[in-house]
């Protein structure tokens, strides 16, 4: 997912071992999948919904929970019928939670229906699009989905799920998975079914609803890649939304085969500049132009396929595990499309914004357990610093090492949920490295150094002298800076390394003329604050 802005390369998407977010997680069930029946209307704004839940009870219980917002004076939802196996059950519907009152042995599959109605007050954006039309869009990030859907509202509960939806005829509908029925029930109605067979998280389950323009844009692999877009500006929205193609198959030979039936890339009401439903992305109605510069934003999307949607976090407080991943394989896709260069110009641009929120929040880590509003947790840090702990991690290990540990931690926790511990147990694995003080130094610590680089050169010794000054610098922080040596054509001509570590390093170099400057991490491995003051 990703703020409303955007640019071509880059758009604003000790370990712990436990989650920790607020979330009243309930480990005595796990629910597998979700069938959500929906009837639109285009006088109103009403919705009327039934839900049937399969539950795997893993504990024996007397009674568990859904959440669903209640209704209140400005919209909300109103439970009119619940049932267990068929019959009826008693339940509470307060503080936006439903506790069902049904008891039942661990191992036994319980199957819940939920009908209900009411005029969503958030999730599901139903309003007027940009030429006036009117248009329904799920829009769930980050806990969203309850204001519309009964569901387990949080990213380690994953389920299949199944969309029916009952609109008028003129509608085309849009939702995860494969589209499994479309038929027309009168001149005036029409039903629409999409049925996804991979456990996402309900922050991605989502359809969308309006007089689409559908292109097929081909395939890749077995993989069918379409383009939904408002029918008023098909030919701009087409071109624009085209290069998901290419995007996907690139993303996929470098990260793994890709989890999901289908990608759509659909225009949207989307509150975000894109939102990564899995399989089926929302953009912001305003991304669609005719100039094809959303580049940036449509690789971050996509990458989320993978990680976000199909390798989740399993707290929120571990968010940087989508949005970092998203960030940063959207700059290894401009790395493997448009060259070196362009890795290293987005992460420089990165940097200046990482460096004003750190000024702003400066005792703020990736990992900050205490952000209690969620979407407080859609930060600098989660995004653009977690994107650049991934690239110095790439540095650290080695390109072998990083891709060959990206692909096991994603094809071993593909469909499921991971911690940053989980990350880092799989990247050690694969570098044969020692990790914990690097994932404690970057993700759990809000470090952000400030170095002064000065040299001089010996000349009768032919020996170059290197300090770094760090004020402040912890002696265990371990900051691996290159430093390039200009020669006399004003080229860099050769790179050393000074390990810095506390307030203070020197290093000296044989170098056998005199160099004309020096360059503070030429190649961009470093996320530091680095001045060259002089000799």
């Not at 039934?50 to 109103?78: C, H, P, R, W, Y």
């Not at 509202?153 to 609109?167: L, N, R, V, W």
């Not at 005792?363 to 994107?387: H, P, R, W």
């Not at 680089?453 to 000349?459: D, F, N």
Request: glycine letters at 8%; aromatic letters at 10%; hydrophobic letters at 35%.
């Amino acid at each position: 997912m990703k703020p409303i802005l955007y640019t071509l390369a880059f758009v604003l998407t000790p370990c712990l071992l436990f989650g920790s977010d607020p979330y009243p997680l309930n480990p005595a069930i796990d629910v597998q999948h979700y069938a959500f029946r929906l009837q639109l209307s285009e006088e109103t704004n009403q919705v009327k919904g039934k839900t049937v839940i399969e539950v795997l009870l893993k504990n024996d219980i007397e009674a568990f929970s859904l959440d669903l917002q209640n209704e209140t004076a400005n919209g909300g939802m109103k439970v009119t019928e619940l049932k267990v196996d068929r019959r009826e059950s008693t339940f509470s519907h307060n503080n936006n939670r439903i506790r069902i009152n049904t008891s039942g042995k661990a191992g036994e599959t319980i199957r819940v229906t939920v009908q209900y109605e009411g005029v969503p007050q958030d999730g599901l954006i139903i309003g007027t699009n940009l030429f006036g039309e009117k248009t329904f869009f799920g829009d769930n990030w980050p806990d969203r989905a309850h204001q519309w859907l009964p569901t387990v509202d949080h990213p380690s509960d994953k389920a299949t799920c199944e969309f029916i939806i009952e609109a008028p005829v003129y509608y085309q509908v849009v939702a995860n998975g494969r589209l499994k029925e479309e038929t027309v029930l009168s001149n005036d109605t029409k039903i629409t079914h999409w049925i996804d067979s991979a456990p996402i998280p309900t922050k991605v389950m989502v359809f969308g609803a309006a007089t689409f323009a559908v292109d097929h844009v081909g395939s890749v692999g077995s993989i069918p890649v379409s383009s939904w877009v408002y029918h008023q500006n098909k030919n701009a929205g087409f071109y624009d939304y085209a290069p998901a193609k290419e995007i996907l198959a690139t993303l996929q030979d470098i990260i793994g085969p890709y989890p999901f039936e289908k990608l759509a890339n659909v225009q949207s009401k989307t509150k975000f500049g894109g939102m990564e439903n899995a399989g089926n992305i929302f953009y912001n109605e305003k991304t669609v132009s005719g100039d094809r510069d959303i580049e940036g934003l449509i690789a971050h999307e996509i990458a989320h396929q993978w990680f976000g949607n199909s390798a989740t976090e399993k707290d929120w407080h571990h968010v940087w595990l989508s949005e970092g991943f998203a960030t940063y394989f959207t700059q290894v896709y401009m790395e493997k499309t448009y060259g070196k260069d362009s890795l290293q110009t987005g992460m420089r641009r990165m940097l200046p914004k990482i460096g004003e929120y750190h000024g702003k929040n400066p005792n703020s880590a990736i990992v900050d357990t205490n952000i209690t509003e969620l979407k407080k947790l859609l930060s600098t840090n989660t995004y653009q610093k977690a994107g650049w702990v991934l690239h110095m991690l790439r540095k650290q290990v080695g390109d072998e090492a990083f891709f060959d540990g990206v692909r096991t931690y994603y094809d071993t926790y593909k469909f499921s949920n991971a911690l940053t511990s989980d990350f880092q147990a799989v990247m050690e694995q694969a570098s044969g490295q020692q990790l914990s003080w690097f994932f404690d130094q970057w993700i759990f610590q809000p470090l952000l150094p400030e170095l002064s680089l000065s040299w001089k050169y010996h000349k009768k010794l032919g020996k170059l002298s290197v300090q770094v000054k760090s004020p402040g610098l912890s002696k265990s922080v371990r900051l691996p800076l290159e430093v390039g040596i200009k020669g006399a054509d004003g080229t860099i001509s050769e790179i050393k390394i000074i390990d810095v570590s506390g307030e203070s390093t020197t290093a000296e170099w044989d170098i056998a003329e005199m160099p004309t400057g020096v360059v503070a991490d030429p190649n961009v491995w470093l996320l530091a604050k680095v001045k060259v003051v002089g000799k």
